[in-house]
């Protein structure tokens, strides 16, 4: 059974080399890590080929910040081609708990998609403000409305795809980036008829470094809703 891990990166210089052997020390059996980074100027990417004699450790390097979707496309299409069995998607910031992993691999083995989830019972987020969760809170409430999704977690970006999902989804389709490519990902996971289980995770707001996205990404959450919905 292969595990392959994609962590896409902007300037995570602070986090990645951490998260890694984190990772690693966890000593699942068949799991590798893919790293997508967009030439971050802070050299995120010499941080992980470092490591790469050490740990069974892909990097895909990209021109420049070309957007946290696309970069999940280019390493889902390399997850692929290494014959992976689960594909997840993770935070370099640590918001997503290593130790969240084995669960959710165990869940992956009955579900098509397993979303670490900060929106059922026992799920939370750590860190933000009341305004950042009302609007978290409002824009998935009209996303799941308008849409019909049925998962709770709309925009979570730690998730366990099997393999089979990746495969049937029309990848090159996807066009959107940031919370949009999320919930897009999401509502055709679900359209496609395939199982989709959340279990609680905690969320920890990122402490080193920024947050990579931006107003546009948030614009661009609804704009997609409304693609999706009337096209
Ligand atoms: N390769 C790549 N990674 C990105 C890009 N934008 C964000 N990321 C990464 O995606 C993850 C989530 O971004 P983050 O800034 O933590 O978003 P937030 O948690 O919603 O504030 C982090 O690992 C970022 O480094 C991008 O344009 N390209
Ligand atoms: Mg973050």
Request: hydrophobic share 40%; aromatic share 10%; proline share 3%.
């Amino acid at each position: 059974m292969k595990i392959v891990i994609i962590i896409p990166t902007y300037n995570e210089k602070e986090n990645i080399e951490k998260l890694i052997t984190k990772i690693f020390a966890l000593n699942i059996s068949g799991l590798e890590i893919l790293v997508v980074d967009d030439n971050s100027p802070d050299g995120t990417a010499q941080v992980v080929k470092n490591l790469q004699n050490k740990y069974p450790l892909n990097i895909i390097e990209r021109a420049g910040k070309l957007g946290l979707g696309s970069a999940y496309i280019a390493g889902f299409k390399k997850a692929l081609e290494m014959q992976a069995d689960y594909i997840f998607e993770m935070d370099a910031d640590f918001s997503h708990d290593p130790d969240d992993l084995p669960k959710m691999i165990e869940t992956a083995k009955n579900f098509d998609l397993v979303i670490g989830s900060r929106k059922i019972p026992g799920g939370k987020v750590i860190g933000w403000g009341w305004t950042r969760k009302f609007m978290s809170n409002g824009a998935m409430w009209l996303s799941r409305t308008l849409l019909g999704l049925k998962a709770k977690d709309v925009t979570a970006g730690f998730r366990c795809f099997n393999s089979k999902v990746l495969k049937t989804l029309n990848l090159d389709e996807i066009n959107s980036n940031g919370y949009a490519f999320q919930e897009e990902l999401l509502y055709k996971t679900q359209k496609a008829n395939f199982t989709i289980k959340e279990i609680p995770v905690t969320f920890i707001d990122r402490m080193e470094g920024k947050s990579k996205l931006s107003k546009k990404d948030i614009i661009e959450f609804f704009l997609i809703i409304f693609k999706l919905r009337f096209k």
